[in-house]
């Protein structure tokens, strides 16, 4: 137990110190894990548990090239209404999976299209979760939120995106309510985000939108350089261009960032990225 704050340079010192042989992180951790001058020993580890957003596949690959033989890197999907875990973590399946459905839930999920609620059977297509995996029935004196969060049928909506491989092995895709919507089409931030982070000069990205009166919503993406960087907005906007549809541009712009802000428990916190682009000076 510690009570400093959980910066990366006091986590690697946990790390170094103690050896764990077992750990639960989110994302934007491990990748600042990776990223940090500080040498961090993760030999220890048997296991780490990847949790809490979508795992951009260069930084597994990274993770798993400082990672010891036989060592297990597992990410996993689940949630609180759900009272944990929906899927059974499959780290030997495919990279970037975050589990299979065991045969006695798979009558209590399934995935469907959000605009309509018809059932998506074939694979790789992205459709919304649904589950009927007991122990959640509605929020606490909210009847309004709890009537919204379940179909007429009672299947509880994630609101979570993802598609499932030919083999049943489930991939997180985005959080419904960040999908960017652009005229008729529907953006995944994440898309934008993976093309960004190959840029050289790039250590980090959140990408969120700006409303526009007439096209709905303008991506932004909010970008923090390396050290020694000095990738320019206009840089960031062609890369995109030249691997991304025409929906996908930046007509938002692009905003530099010193760090992208964390929520208390690692993840995004998309709140205040939103706000940001809304009030930052957008190149």
Request: net charge negative.
């Amino acid at each position: 137990m510690t009570s400093a704050p959980s910066t990366t340079e006091h986590i690697i010192d946990i790390i170094n110190e103690y050896k764990p042989v077992l750990a639960t992180m989110g994302p934007f951790m491990v990748a600042s894990i990776l990223k940090s001058k500080k040498e961090c020993d993760l030999s220890c580890f048997g296991r780490l548990t990847i949790a809490g957003s979508k795992t951009p596949e260069k930084l597994l690959l990274q993770l798993r090239d400082r990672w010891l033989p036989g060592a297990i890197v597992n990410e996993i999907y689940g949630q609180t209404e759900n009272l944990g875990l929906i899927l059974s973590p499959n780290p030997s399946g495919p990279i970037g999976n975050c589990g299979h459905c065991p045969f006695e839930w798979q009558k209590n999920v399934k995935l469907v299209d959000p605009e309509n609620n018809i059932e998506i059977k074939e694979p790789n297509v992205p459709g919304e979760m649904i589950t009927k995996i007991t122990g959640f029935s509605e929020y606490y004196n909210n009847p309004e939120e709890t009537k919204n969060a379940f179909t007429v049928a009672g299947w509880f909506k994630t609101g979570d995106i993802l598609y499932r491989d030919e083999g049943g092995n489930y991939f997180f895709v985005e959080r419904l309510k960040m999908l960017i919507k652009y005229r008729g089409y529907h953006i995944r931030p994440s898309e934008i985000e993976t093309v960004i982070l190959e840029h050289p000069g790039v250590s980090d990205v959140s990408v969120t939108s700006i409303p526009d009166e007439e096209d709905g919503e303008h991506p932004v993406a909010c970008v923090v350089r390396k050290i020694g960087s000095n990738v320019t907005a206009q840089e960031i906007k062609d890369l995109v261009a030249s691997k991304r549809s025409n929906s996908q541009q930046l007509r938002g712009g692009v905003v530099f960032l010193n760090e992208i802000p964390l929520t208390s428990t690692g993840k995004i916190a998309r709140g205040k990225i939103k706000q940001i682009a809304l009030t930052a000076q957008r190149e």
